[in-house]
């Protein structure tokens, strides 16, 4: 089923600025869609909203094309999992699971066997075998949340939502969990939007990551494309490592603030720049300038060379060999590939 | 080997602890606790047998079939049972405008609810036989409805509450306050409705609370003495309590009757509290620790 939303707005009674401030945003029916940013950028707001959890002043919320304003979030089918996966403290494993079924009016409630194979089935989908007698208190945290998981899904949704559901988890089953979150979504056929603040979780997991700032969307598209071709200093930061180089631009040329980096050319208009660009893209000039540059280390072909220029230490990364070499003396760097921005706006691309 | 191992751990407890004079503290306490409470129950665990084996089987033989006392301590348990189970209802929906809500005057409330702590239980007594009398604001016109509440034993019921209410509130106000809403949440988002939510998921992580709760409010009123006895009217074996029939012993000088009454007030209040923690124990078990 395809999330639509039209022009969402949500005030906070005692705040003037909106947390979530007029976003449109299309999921497509089967996508997996990450929404980043920095916190309080409203991630968790927008994906509330969507569930029916907090009301919206201004918009739309469509789901399957239909619009769901007036429906109290009971009513949505959504599978939603919480940060801290709200598991009921007071319940086994297969009550957690099996409470959505449970609770639904004797004439669509599934009899207790329907129930109990469901809830096995979910067990063996989250591989928690011969988990269900027990509390949450007893269960590791990945175990948690994979019951959380379980429990979003036994009514059966279609869109499921995650507020950083690997928050609280430590890398190794994080990276596990990923992995197998994604293959769950394929075989389910769900259309699954996920909230992070970790670029790497939605790159790795989403089809589309949206980024969001103060409550509205920065850009959207491929993971790839947010990395490649950002929309704004702020998604460039966002989305990799950035070297930034403060300058100034004076008759079509960038010039560096510190020596021996090359200027760049560029059409724009006088006044001060800066150039952000990635350790990657930079190039160091043997015996173009007054630096000297020492390889710190090396992780397969790619070798990190450090280079100090007037107290700003600078990573550049390359490829390497064997007999590269160890020192590289009188060197300028190269940062022709990076972007000129001046505030939060790119200027004209540097020729 | 063995000697090794038996002293390691000790030690490595004594050096963890972070509470200063940790086994000074704990051995004062044990001390105080021997002296306040282990040493005056034995006194009265060993008084009815003061003049000999023989006369302290004849004082159980006749209390068995003292029928004044046996409708006392009827009274006693009764009412507290009553009254501790009727402030639940109050007690969580104060608890509940305390620990959610955002009512206005909610810290005077908040301060409302200590005061029965405060009060000397003589006035509560006075104030409520005053209220309740057949002359009083309450009382009179409840009067002409032909309901009467001095002098009955729903007068006692309603002064006990009036004292074990703030146990309720003060036991379930942070449980409540510290129950995660994301839980609620989720519970909606299943398809749970308002009345279920509450049913099924707010209440019972509350249970451990409640029990806790009802288990003061019910001691406190067995031995509820001073608020009771102003509006209870006191009639043998209609209205009096079995505090006030220990009063009335003592005044007989009939020690051992008094230690007596005391005596099976005491066993029957350890058997119900260990009943309670039982049950507590019991609800709990989803629940990391105490509740």
């Keep these: ?351 | 080997m063995t000697m090794r191992r038996a002293a390691f751990p000790i030690r490595a407890r004594w050096q963890r602890d972070a509470l200063p004079g940790f086994g000074l503290g704990l051995g004062l306490t044990l001390f105080w606790l021997g002296g306040l409470v282990m040493l005056p129950m034995a006194a009265l665990i060993a008084r009815p047998w003061g003049e000999g084996l023989h006369s302290g089987l004849l004082a159980f033989a006749h209390a068995a079939h003292d029928g004044r006392m046996l409708s006392a301590l009827g009274v006693s348990f009764r009412s507290a049972l009553i009254a501790a189970l009727v402030d639940l209802v109050p007690g969580l929906l104060i608890a509940w405008a305390l620990a959610r809500s955002d009512i206005p005057g909610r810290r005077l409330i908040d301060m409302l609810v200590d005061l029965p702590f405060a009060l000397p239980t003589a006035v509560v007594g006075i104030t409520m036989a005053t209220l309740y009398g057949p002359n009083g604001w309450i009382g009179g016109p409840l009067g002409r409805l032909g309901l009467r509440i001095a002098f009955t034993q729903t007068g006692i019921v309603l002064a006990i509450m009036f004292v074990g209410l703030p146990f309720v509130v003060r036991t379930v106000t942070p449980v409540l306050r510290n129950l995660p809403r994301d839980v609620e949440d989720a519970a909606r988002i299943l398809g749970a409705n308002r009345l279920q939510v509450l049913l099924r998921v707010i209440l019972p992580a509350l249970y451990p609370a409640l029990v806790t709760a009802f288990g003061m409010a019910f001691a406190r009123g067995i031995g509820e003495y001073g608020s009771v006895i102003f509006i209870a009217g006191n009639q043998p074996f209609h209205t009096e309590i079995a505090p006030l029939l220990i009063v009335i012993r003592l005044q007989e000088y009939d020690t051992q009757g008094a230690a007596l009454i005391g005596l099976v007030l005491v066993g029957i209040s350890l058997l119900s509290l260990a009943l309670i923690s039982l049950l507590r124990r019991h609800l709990s078990r989803g629940t990391q620790g105490d509740a």
């Design chain 1, 1 to 351: 089923m395809s999330v639509q939303l039209d022009h969402i707005t949500r005030i906070l009674p005692q705040s003037s600025r909106p947390i979530v401030d007029d976003i449109s945003l299309l999921v497509p029916d089967g996508s997996f869609t990450a929404l980043v940013g920095p916190s309080g950028a409203g991630k968790t707001s927008l994906l509330r909203i969507i569930a029916g959890l907090d009301p919206h002043q201004g918009g739309h919320v469509m789901i399957d094309g239909a619009c769901v304003d007036i429906q109290d979030a009971r009513a949505r089918n959504i599978g939603f999992v919480f940060q801290h996966y709200a598991l009921f403290a007071h319940m086994t494993v297969a009550a957690n699971i099996g409470f959505g079924l449970s609770i639904r009016p004797r004439r669509t409630r599934p009899g207790k066997a329907d129930i109990a194979a469901r809830v096995a089935d979910l067990l063996d989908l989250m591989q928690l075998p011969r988990m269900g007698g027990r509390y949450p208190h007893e269960l590791s945290g990945g175990q948690r949340q994979r019951v959380a998981l379980a429990r979003a899904l036994a009514t059966g949704p279609r869109v499921l939502l995650l507020d950083e559901p690997f928050g609280a988890l430590d890398p190794l089953v994080r990276q596990q969990i990923r992995g197998w979150l994604r293959d769950l979504h394929e075989r389910l056929g769900l259309t699954t939007i996920l909230v992070t603040h970790d670029r790497q979780e939605a790159a790795e997991l989403a089809d589309t990551v949206v980024l969001m700032r103060n409550g509205r969307i920065v850009q959207s598209g491929p993971a790839r494309q947010l990395e490649d071709n950002p929309a704004d200093p702020f998604v460039m930061t966002f989305t990799g490592d950035v070297v930034r180089i403060a300058g100034h631009v004076a008759h079509g040329m960038f010039i560096p603030a510190l020596p021996d980096i090359q200027p760049v050319a560029t059409p724009t208009a006088d006044g001060p720049a800066e150039i952000l660009i990635r350790p990657a893209d930079i190039r160091l000039l043997p015996g173009g300038g007054g630096t000297h540059a020492h390889l710190r280390h090396r992780r397969g072909p790619v070798g990190i060379y450090e280079t100090t220029i007037a107290h700003t230490t600078f990573a550049v990364e390359t490829i390497t060999t064997s007999d590269s070499a160890h020192v590289i003396p009188d060197c300028a760097l190269d940062i022709t590939a990076g972007r000129l921005a001046r505030g939060d706006t790119w200027l004209e691309r540097a020729a």
